[in-house]
């Protein structure tokens, strides 16, 4: 500041001009006030008072002088000293990353080159100092619990991809992940790291020993037994100078706060901080000028802004109370705005949220959670300011930081640090187990002890729920902020910059799935989404109250227009009828005649043209870009677990490559009613909501749409985000936490059967006891660790409050749905995200949550689980859906749906109609589509009818524990009888459909046993070879799924003879003979496989290889048994002698495959040197507890009808001459001639041909017409 006949302040163009000739008027207070105001604001230093009488007076001319020999004051130590403390080191001042050339592989390195992230094989980087003497530490901060070593090297060690520090002779590192220590070679060492721990690498040079710490924690001498010296000091120094001055100055603000001026009296006076206000004093905003003057270079700082000013907007904070009593914070960031240029206070809170995120995110959890909600209460003290808010929302939650992680609350992984031990003292777990592993329900069955203990394991699980939920609401408080809707006061509202910049971090999550290292976490995203979900609906319901013709957030659904009014932005994810540009070129006139859209053909070749050209950047299109974009815009976008804060303008670093990724070409604006409009970023207000003139997001409106608002259209497309989130990762994520519980209850079974071997162990075997003793009690430290932690995963992940979200998604999902599908072939424009988080929603809350929480108290679950059960019915055949992906999750989704009881018979409450669609569409042919999921839908509507098929594991796999008792495949038997008599009704009135239908499943069981034998022959092959050798476990895999498609086939055979048997025996049906004949040859082929006692198939089943366990003679030989007894046994007489007949005719038929099926083997079958004691041999009188007694006595029926029908056989039948045998099976004679070739062949060989080729067996011409053939008499 000059000096003379007046003052100027340069900063923000503030002028105070003071005129020397009237030197008892300051012209804003008296001027002994004024200089006792100013002595209170910037006093003396510590140790010098003077006496009101004897001290210079201070006036704003000399404020500048007196301020600048304050902070001059006890200046730090000089150069030269600084450079003796800092003797034995080399290097630039501040120490960073060295990105130049201190790198080895492909590195992800943030702007501020203090952040890392390995992106290859086994990267290395450098730092860009070297110390040679004394003693030297420093600290890494561990922002993922991965693979890394870090440590110390020489200037001399070379480092490539697959080796780094520590794997040479002169680098030694640090191994947390797998708790180790490197010099070339490696030994145990230290404890395990997690994510948010604090490494310390300390190296004494002077003794040549390296250490190291873990949270401060030391872990020992690592490389040789040093004698620790006196201490040591950090390679970079504290900006102490610049410290000491910003804190001065921090100071002086303090005392402005708490010291008034009565002008009246003229006196000074004491004030509260908290009712402070600035009131356009000048005297005090003339003195703050000068303050900032010096203060506002400092806050640019990261170090300065987090010691100083984020501790001291802590401590405004640190009083309790609500955060709206603490004005103070508001009116300090008032000030800022008024007195620091606009790029400094941007930088600040920049600086400043960036700290506030790292602290959140890395302060160790305490049982009260009190660090992470002092920092969530200070960063929405922040957002409430409006200006702060919206440069914050604009330019920095979600460009430069991860504001995500506000919203996370993350799991601890080690319990007693979190404090869980006082928190829930008594652990609990279950304690009875069912014969698969499940856990019973039964509480009935509890001890006094473990009902006590449950009981006050659950009271510790709601006191840590209680303190959770004080986060959770702290942090919804955050997104209501960032949504409000209402400040318009500088500029446009919070809500619409949260909506832009959501969307572009959905697109930037669903783009760059191939690249982990971009996405958000998982972990992250679920807190997301269920903070976001109450915000939501806070807003939603409030809007309902105000507005009653709209809906409440329980009716909530998207409407179908902004699948295709272009509205909003969904990338490039998939629709249900494929491609958006195939869909707007195939479906134009439908979206103009039904919702009034026209599609120009221009625009349709502008939308694929920029397909193409999507890496081009136009010239145009930066020059519209607001400058905080062009300045990280063209980088590429960092990885999540690389810095907690930094984001865009990270450096990505590479040996082979440097590479910086363009982003996508905005669009144009198009003339017409379009349906790919304005860029995400450039959307407003009036784009959104809408006006009188113009319907914003819901433009195209179809007729099948009630023409009622449903809610504010910004909070539509909100949800339309968090539906596509859920999609994106959170399920996932709900799914891998399931593992704890399943650890629980392993852990809790391996406890119990230590426990009853410990009663079981003899006395006099104390060896034996001590080592039970050792384990018991290994079993029950992890149980009460695991169990502390799984209280807290269900508390954060799946608590009924989760449970209800995910539940509401899932109605919003089939609302959503429902509408769409009305609009008829618009419904192709849906995106497959909405069927696929219907399906799943549902599967989390039957398979994730439902241990917690009973599914079946959810409001309204009966009447929801039969909507979805309608949808899955209807759209799993549906034509508009063309995604081979999403078709498969349809029809997986209706196989899993008729495994269990509840959702079965949610499938038998949907309109008849629909089921009978249904069922048709499950009896289509299965040739040219997916077969294998349909066929084992009719199987689970079956099975429980079936001949012995009411087992849920096979007999020889009880004694197994199977992987997961909770699979659809391992449900109990709940078979559909209304379901099989829509099947029965569709099979006996459709002529057409029951042979298409019965030649593609004889089609398919013909392929899958031939495969599966071809197998099993190669394996057989493999297995005897003398040579060591291994079987592909794919081949077995392959093998066993061949052999479970055969007998599934056959169980669909089984189920079609017997509920319409007519189709096989009731010949006036011109197709009955040739199934029946087809049928026969089938079921003898299989038998004669399966039944040959020591053949391929029994050699087989004898080595018990793993993969292939559910091979076995029971289930296949019951399926063909069911089918033989429906058809010999428990037929009409008409139809048992015509199935006998055909099954005799057949020239495979085998009396002694039948005889099998009860025991009887003859002797000469086991050979000569077989002894009848060498084997157990097969026999459905040793499955009791399978097969019925009724059904045992028909097998002996069938069998005594078959050997005396044989008998009667073989006594009538004439030789036959071999030039009058078919030429195709050499079994029947020839019966029938072809035309026009005239070449010949039984009748069951050419109708066979016939259902699958028109061309003839021999010259391939086209068969017109078969004729009966008789062979001419001989003359």
Request: aromatic share 8%; charged share 25%.
């Amino acid at each position: 500041m000059s000096r003379g006949t007046g003052a100027t302040y340069s900063r923000r163009n503030y002028r105070v001009t003071s005129d020397l000739d009237k030197p008892k008027i300051t012209g804003i207070v008296n001027e002994r006030v004024l200089s006792d105001y100013l002595h209170r604001i910037f006093p003396s230093p510590e140790g010098v008072h003077y006496s009101a009488g004897y001290r210079k007076p201070l006036t704003f001319q000399n404020l500048q002088e007196h301020l600048e020999h304050l902070l001059e004051d006890e200046e730090p130590a000089t150069e030269d000293s600084k450079d003796e403390e800092g003797e034995g080191r080399l290097g630039p001042t501040t120490v960073v990353l060295d990105h130049t050339s201190g790198f080895e592989g492909l590195l992800l390195v943030d702007d501020d080159l203090l952040g890392v992230i390995g992106h290859s094989n086994f990267s290395s980087i450098r730092a860009t100092t070297c110390v040679y003497k004394g003693k030297w530490l420093y600290e890494v901060l561990i922002s993922s619990q991965g693979l890394m070593q870090i440590g110390w090297c020489t200037v001399n060690c070379r480092f490539n991809q697959e080796e780094g520090v520590g794997d040479t002779p002169d680098s030694y590192a640090y191994d947390g992940n797998r708790v180790r220590k490197w010099n070339v070679t490696t030994t145990n060492y230290g404890k395990s790291w997690a994510a948010g721990d604090i490494v310390s690498c300390l190296i004494d040079l002077d003794e040549g020993n390296i250490s190291f710490c873990l949270n401060g924690v030391c872990l020992g001498t690592a490389f040789s037994d040093i004698s620790r010296g006196f201490g040591y000091r950090p390679l970079q120094d504290p900006p102490s100078a610049d410290l000491r001055k910003a804190r001065i100055l921090l100071g002086y603000v303090k005392n402005i706060i708490h010291t008034g001026i009565d002008v009246q009296e003229g006196k000074l006076m004491e004030q509260d901080a908290a009712i402070w206000q600035l009131q356009g004093e000048p005297t005090v905003l003339i003195s703050l000028a000068h303050i900032f003057n010096h203060f506002a270079p400092l806050m640019c700082k990261v170090y300065l802004v987090e010691d100083v000013l984020m501790n001291f907007l802590l401590s405004i904070l640190e009083g309790g109370g609500s955060v709206e009593e603490h004005s103070l914070i508001q009116r300090l960031l008032d000030l800022m705005w008024l007195l620091m240029e606009d790029y400094e206070v941007q930088e600040c809170l920049k600086q400043l949220m960036m700290s506030l995120l790292r602290a959140y995110r890395f302060s160790p959890i305490i049982p009260d959670l009190g660090l992470q909600i002092h920092y969530l209460r200070l960063t929405i003290a922040i957002l409430k300011h409006e200006k702060s808010r919206k440069f914050l929302l604009n330019n920095v939650l979600f460009d430069v930081l991860r504001s995500v992680v506000f919203f996370y609350i993350k799991s601890p992984l080690r319990v007693e640090e979190a404090g869980l031990q006082e928190l829930i003292p008594t652990t609990w777990w279950p304690h009875r187990f069912n014969k698969e592993g499940k856990e019973t329900k039964e509480l009935k069955d509890e001890t006094g002890e473990e009902r006590l203990r449950r009981r006050a394991y659950e009271r510790g699980c709601q006191r840590l729920k209680k303190r959770i939920e004080v986060v959770e609401e702290l942090q919804v408080q955050i997104l209501r902020l960032l949504l409000n809707n209402k400040d318009k006061g500088e500029g446009e509202a919070s809500r619409y910059i949260f909506l832009n910049k959501f969307r572009k971090f959905l697109q930037e999550n669903a783009s760059n799935r191939g690249n982990p290292t971009v996405l958000c976490p998982p972990e992250y995203m679920v807190c997301f989404l269920h903070r976001l979900i109450t915000a939501l609906r806070s807003y939603w319901d409030d809007y309902k109250i105000k507005n009653s013709p709209t809906l409440n957030s329980d009716e909530a659904y998207i409407p179908p227009q902004l699948f295709y009014n272009g509205k909003v932005e969904y990338f490039d994810l998939q629709r249900l009828g494929g491609l958006l540009s195939h869909l707007k070129k195939t479906l134009k006139d439908d979206l103009a005649s039904k919702a009034n859209i026209i599609i120009d053909p221009a625009e349709l070749q502008a939308v694929t043209m920029d397909d193409l050209d999507e890496d081009e950047e136009s010239a145009t299109s930066t020059t519209q870009r607001p400058s905080s974009a062009l300045s990280v815009g063209s980088l590429s976008r960092p990885s999540w677990l690389s810095s907690p804060t930094l984001g865009r303008a990270n450096r990505f670093l590479s040996t082979a490559a440097v590479s910086l990724m363009n982003p996508r070409r905005p669009l144009g604006t198009i003339e017409k009613i379009k349906v790919r409009t304005l860029s995400v970023e450039q959307r407003t207000e009036e784009d959104i909501e809408g006006n009188h003139e113009n319907e914003g997001l819901l433009l195209g409106r179809p007729e099948e749409e009630p023409d009622h608002p449903i809610t504010e259209n910004s909070l539509l497309e909100i949800l339309d985000g968090i539906i596509m989130m859920y999609n994106l990762s959170v399920h996932q994520q709900l799914g891998k936490m399931v593992g704890v519980s399943d650890d629980v209850n392993e852990y809790a079974m391996a406890l119990k059967d230590t426990e009853e071997k410990i009663i079981r162990c003899p006395k006099n075997r104390k060896d034996i006891h001590g080592e039970l003793l050792k384990s018991q009690k290994v079993f029950s430290e992890k149980l009460n660790h695991l169990s502390r932690r799984l209280a807290w995963i269900n508390v954060t992940i799946y608590s009924k409050e989760k449970m209800m979200d995910i539940y509401w998604l899932l109605r919003v999902c089939i609302q959503t749905i429902e509408h769409s599908d009305r609009t008829g072939t618009l419904f192709a424009f849906m995106p497959e995200f909405y069927l696929s988080v219907a399906m799943n929603s549902y599967s989390a809350l039957k398979n994730y949550f439902s241990p917690v929480n009973s599914i079946e108290e959810l409001p309204g679950y009966e009447e929801t689980l039969t909507r979805l059960a309608a949808i899955l019915a209807k759209h799993f055949a549906d034509p508009r859906i063309v995604g081979t992906d999403i078709k498969d999750s349809l029809m997986q989704a209706l196989a899993s749906y008729v495994c269990y009881p509840h959702s079965l018979r949610a499938v038998e409450r949907i309109p008849q109609d629909q089921r009978i669609t249904m069922m048709k569409n499950l009896l289509a042919p299965y040739e040219q589509r997916p077969w294998a999921q349909t066929n084992w839908i009719l199987v689970r509507l079956w099975r429980g009818c079936g001949f012995g098929y009411r087992y849920t594991r096979l007999p020889h796999l009880l004694k197994t524990k199977p992987e997961d008792a909770n699979l659809p495949s391992l449900q109990k038997p709940c078979p559909s009888t209304l379901l099989q008599k829509h099947m029965a009704d569709l099979l006996r009135s459709d002529r057409e459909m029951a042979p298409s239908f019965l030649n593609s499943v004889l089609n398919q069981l013909n392929w899958a046993f031939s495969e599966f034998i071809g197998m099993i022959q190669e394996i057989q092959q493999a297995a005897e070879r003398l040579e060591r050798n291994f079987v592909d476990s794919r081949q077995l895999k392959v093998c066993a799924t061949c052999f479970d498609l055969s007998v599934s086939l056959l169980r669909v055979l089984e189920m079609t003879v017997t509920l319409v048997p007519e189709i096989f025996l009731d010949w006036h049906r011109p197709s009955s003979e040739l199934l029946l004949r087809r049928l026969a040859q089938l079921l003898n082929q299989v038998l004669n496989r399966v039944t040959a006692e020591r053949n391929l198939f029994d050699r087989v089943v004898s080595l018990r290889l793993p993969g292939l366990e559910s091979v076995d003679h029971y289930p296949i030989l019951v399926a063909v048994t069911g089918i033989l007894v429906r058809l010999l046994v428990d037929s009409e007489e008409q139809g048992a002698e015509r199935a006998t007949a055909v099954l005799l005719s057949d020239p495979c038929f085998q009396l002694r495959s039948i005889q099998y099926l009860l025991g009887q083997i003859e002797l000469s079958t086991l050979g000569a040197t077989a002894s009848l004691t060498d084997k157990k041999h097969f026999s459905l009188q040793a499955y009791t507890d399978y097969i019925s007694a009724l059904e045992l006595s028909k097998v002996e029926q069938m069998l005594s009808h078959l050997s005396e029908q044989s008998k009667q056989a073989a006594a009538s039948v004439l030789p036959t001459s071999e030039e009058d045998l078919c030429p195709i099976c050499y079994a029947h004679p020839i019966s029938a001639v072809f035309k026009p070739c005239s070449h010949k062949s039984c009748k069951a060989c050419i109708n066979q041909h016939l259902m699958n080729n028109k061309d003839c067996f021999f010259c391939k011409a086209t068969i017109v017409g078969v004729e009966d053939y008789e062979k001419p008499a001989i003359n």
